[in-house]
Structures are given as structure tokens and as C-alpha cells.
């Protein structure tokens, strides 16, 4: 009978080892997610998806800022095309009150004159700076050339025809006379 209580003892202490080691090995092995393969291309799937949400969000976005700079654009070059089309109407205006005597008809030109200004402005439209100003290749158009002294020289001397813009774009230039220096 001693030796079969210390065989249990011995049976005892190996089962409670193997047990212990065994459902340890278990454990970890439970730990660790299995691989499923519906699982992997469900996810491989996901992320394809994802990309071509953002690739197609982001070709949104540049289509909807082209459409807006497009949009900005036409409404540029058709102020630039209506304002194009009543500047000779603006010269004579200013052509008439060069030569006009009478001081209503004068005062009614410039009236007139006026009107056009202010709705020029609300549309964007400036006038090109140009008597008295340094001579811009980018503004001006020189049509003519007087020998001048020194500190008028690369001046606008006199304006032919007025030069408009809108924004940064020319929509006529200023058609000028500039200053150059005394040829000896």
C-alpha cells in the first residue's frame, strides 16, 4: 500500500504538470484569432473600397474647384466682352466733351459719363492709371514719343484713349504718348 500512495502522489504530480502545461498551450493557442479566409477578403475588400472613396473624393473636390475657377472665368471674359463692345461709346462720350461749348449739354455728358463710371465700377472695371504715370509695356500702348527733360523721361505725357481692366486683366490698353530722352 506505500507504494501505490507514492505512485498516486507521483501520477498526481505528472497529471497536475501536463495539465497545467497542456492548458496553458490551449490558452495560447485560443489567444491567437484564427485565420479566416472570408474574414481576409472581406477586409481586403474594405480597404480597395476605402481607396477608391478617397481617390473618388478627392477627383470631387478638383472637379468642383476647376468648376468654380471655370465659372469665375467666364464671368470675366464676358464682363470683358460686354465692356469691350461700349467702349467706343465711352470715347465718344469723351470726345464730345472735348469739343462740346454748350455747359448743359456739357453737364448732361457728364452725367452720362458718370453713370458709366459707377456701373464699370460695380462690375470690377478700373480705369488704367495712365497720364502722369510711369510707362507699363503691360498697361500701355505708346503710340507716340517726345523728347523730354530728364525727370519726365519713361513718363505718360498725354492719353489718346483710356485703358480699362478687370481684375488683372487688360481689357484695352491705354493708348499713350510717352516721354524719351533728348537725342543729341
Known amino acids: 500500500m506505500a507504494k501505490s500512495a507514492h505512485e498516486n502522489k507521483k501520477k498526481t504530480e505528472k497529471s497536475a504538470e501536463e495539465v497545467i502545461s497542456f492548458d496553458t498551450e490551449e490558452m495560447i493557442q485560443e489567444e491567437q484569432p484564427k485565420a479566416n479566409p472570408e474574414v481576409e477578403a472581406l477586409k481586403e475588400q474594405l480597404k480597395v473600397e476605402k481607396d477608391n472613396y478617397l481617390r473618388l473624393r478627392a477627383d470631387y473636390e478638383n472637379f468642383r474647384r476647376r ?14 466682352n ?3 463692345a461700349i467702349l467706343p461709346a465711352i470715347d465718344s462720350i469723351d470726345r464730345a466733351l472735348g469739343i462740346c461749348t454748350d455747359e448743359k449739354s456739357k ?23 495712365a497720364e502722369g504715370a ?26 489718346y484713349q483710356r485703358g480699362y481692366k478687370i481684375g488683372d486683366k487688360v481689357i484695352r490698353y ?8 533728348k537725342s543729341e
Open 134 to 159: 510711369d510707362f507699363d509695356h503691360n498697361l500701355h500702348n505708346a503710340v507716340q514719343r517726345a523728347e523730354v527733360e530728364e525727370e519726365e523721361v519713361g513718363k505718360v505725357l498725354e492719353v
Open 82 to 84: 460686354a465692356v469691350e
Open 67 to 80: 468648376n468654380q475657377e471655370a465659372t469665375v472665368s467666364a464671368r470675366r471674359e464676358g464682363t470683358a
Open 107 to 129: 453737364e448732361g455728358l457728364l452725367l452720362i459719363k458718370k453713370q458709366i463710371e459707377t456701373s464699370l465700377s460695380q462690375m470690377g472695371v478700373s480705369e488704367i492709371p
Open 174 to 181: 491705354a493708348m499713350v504718348k510717352v516721354g524719351v530722352e
